[in-house]
């Protein structure tokens, strides 16, 4: 017997047996109930084993002679997380049977099933195009499931666009790490990635800026080379549907009324000096935002419509909302005189009563609200939903108001931010927040306890100022994001949870991450490659 396999996100309860528990071989099939979803994760699992082995996998209805059984049915496991993403696995007696109340665990559960294989078997073909071997299967007992229901990951693809194969490689990666939510940043000052048909120059003119910064933003020197891009519909309606399949919910957010320059630049009549501007070329908070006129409202309800209807979501919309300065608007004749009329005594008022209106329009559109914490400064609409990133404070205050609550501290949880504080470390924005330091983060921590249930989860966000490539942004994203994963699936409370368990285990899971070809950042610090500073071995 070789060693345990390094389960990860820890599951809740595990029980190792000693010797074969199953024996998977060419011929491998998959038997599974007649519930809704499962047969669809029965076609995941089967495509993800083919490639991988060079096997045929079959998969058929409920017999008494498959090797892996899916069933439908209850799993009592102490997780207080949504009960339908709960699994039992067990591989005994030449079977391996999963067992979920929901298609989404028993996802889960097949997710660990990979976990109990070799870490070959993350890779797409078989050595030399060979069928593998038959493979043992370790005796195992698993109950599972997840801690929070919102354990998420964010991409801001309008720093800097990231291609469509990154995006599905994303999924993946999220979701063989129990994540379920992938928070998409569209638009911001420096791109505008989604065309809205009643208003094409977002795309024509939004997505395509002049130039980057060279360096740190704060040196200003550009680097003289456009950038840009924009995902068609087919694209995104691609997304959505690859990642339903996996069981992650792609939540988009649309950055109102500020970082909206990118949208100013296609049509200055949004803004509020009716200036002609360009798409930003430099980093930091503009002070150009929207101007609060019906029409514009007008232009965010189309955008909106447009966004809903290719992102279903799970019902949840990101009105963004952050940084948003107010000096356009003191020197607004139409702001001034709406705050008189509203008998506003503050500019800050304007952002809740924008975001009011907007509220409004994704409650008819049977949409839940999410912003930054920035909203509650206004007063956030009711029922919307608080993402904290500027600390945890602006979550614990959403949470006293009754506010749900996804905690996003920044830092914690900012991924651009460096690993360590070491010039071998490649430019990021700022240093640093290690491993350890986001495995050892509590979302619900800082609330009181009788305000806990307001927590929905944690997100590990990652804006992409420092990062031109998918490989910087997954040199970011892990193996921090395996901590995170962790952070938001497993029992803290869990015996013998420590950080030099983990990082044991974190080490045999990068072989997984190094057989797909991630471009992580080893445990002991960034390669030459990676950090781009050589240091002779
Ligand atoms: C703040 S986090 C921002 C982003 C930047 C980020 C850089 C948030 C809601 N706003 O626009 O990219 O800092 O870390």
């Not at 360009?278 to 101007?291: K, M, P, Q, Y």
């Not at 809903?308 to 702001?335: L, N, Q």
Request: with cysteine; aromatic share 8%.
């Amino acid at each position: 017997m070789g060693e345990r396999p390094a389960l990860l996100p820890q599951p809740w309860r595990v029980r190792f047996a000693d010797g074969t528990g199953a024996e998977l071989a060419d011929g491998l099939s998959i038997a599974c109930d007649d519930a809704p979803g499962f047969l669809a994760t029965a076609h995941w699992f089967r495509r993800t084993i083919e490639a991988a082995t060079g096997w045929r996998v079959e998969v058929g209805g409920a017999t008494t002679c498959a090797t892996i059984e899916l069933r439908a049915g209850r799993v009592d496991v102490p997780a207080p997380g949504p009960e339908g993403e709960r699994y039992h696995l067990r591989v005994a007696d030449g079977r391996i049977v999963v067992t979920a109340p929901a298609a989404s665990g028993a996802f889960y559960g097949l997710q660990t099933v990979r976990q109990l294989l070799d870490a070959d078997w993350y890779r797409h073909a078989p050595p030399g195009g060979r069928a593998r071997p038959a493979l043992a299967v370790g005796g195992v007992e698993v109950e599972d499931g997840p801690r929070f229901s919102w354990r998420g990951v964010h991409l801001d693809v309008s720093r800097h666009f990231m291609p469509m194969p990154f995006l599905l490689r994303l999924v993946d990666l999220a979701a063989l790490h129990k994540l379920n939510m992938l928070h998409l940043h569209l638009t911001d000052d420096q791109g505008w990635r989604v065309p809205i048909p009643k208003h094409p120059r977002l795309t024509e003119v939004g997505a395509w800026r002049r130039e980057s910064p060279l360096g740190h933003g704060r040196d200003r020197v550009g680097d003289g080379v456009p950038h840009g891009g924009f995902y068609t519909h087919a694209d995104l309606a691609e997304l959505v549907g690859y990642a339903a399949e996996r069981h992650v919910t792609v939540v988009p957010e649309v950055d109102m009324p500020g970082h909206m320059v990118a949208a100013i630049a296609a049509y200055p009549e949004l803004g509020n000096t009716g200036e002609e501007r360009e798409v930003l070329a430099h980093w930091g908070i503009s002070r150009h935002v929207l101007n609060l006129e019906e029409p514009t409202l007008q232009f965010c309800w189309d955008v909106i419509d447009e966004v809903a209807d290719i992102f279903p979501g799970g019902g949840w919309f990101h009105i963004g909302g952050d940084e948003c300065p107010t000096v356009e608007w003191e020197e607004s004749t139409t702001a001034r005189t709406l705050m008189a009329a509203e008998g506003m005594t503050d500019p800050r008022q304007l952002q809740g009563w924008f975001n009011a209106r907007i509220a409004e329009h994704l409650g008819g559109i049977g949409r839940t609200v999410i912003g930054w914490d920035e909203i509650l400064e206004g007063g956030a609409p009711e029922g919307s939903v608080v993402m904290s990133w500027r600390d945890e404070a602006g979550g614990v205050a959403a949470a006293e108001a009754g506010h749900d609550v996804v905690m996003t501290p920044q830092q914690w949880l900012y991924l651009d931010w460096a690993y360590a504080d070491d010039p071998a470390e490649p430019l990021a924005i700022c240093p640093a927040i290690s491993v350890e330091r986001v495995y050892g983060y509590d979302p619900v921590g800082s609330v009181p306890p009788e305000k806990r249930h307001h927590v929905l989860g944690a997100q590990a966000n990652l804006w992409t100022e420092y990062v031109p490539t998918p490989e910087h942004a997954e040199y970011l994203y892990f193996p921090r994001l395996c901590a995170l994963s962790e952070v938001v699936w497993s029992d803290p409370d869990a015996e013998g949870r420590s950080f030099g368990e983990f990082e044991a285990r974190l080490g045999r899971h990068l072989e997984r991450l190094a057989a797909l070809g991630v471009n992580y950042r080893p445990l002991s610090g960034p390669t030459p490659g990676q950090s781009r500073v050589w240091r002779p071995a």
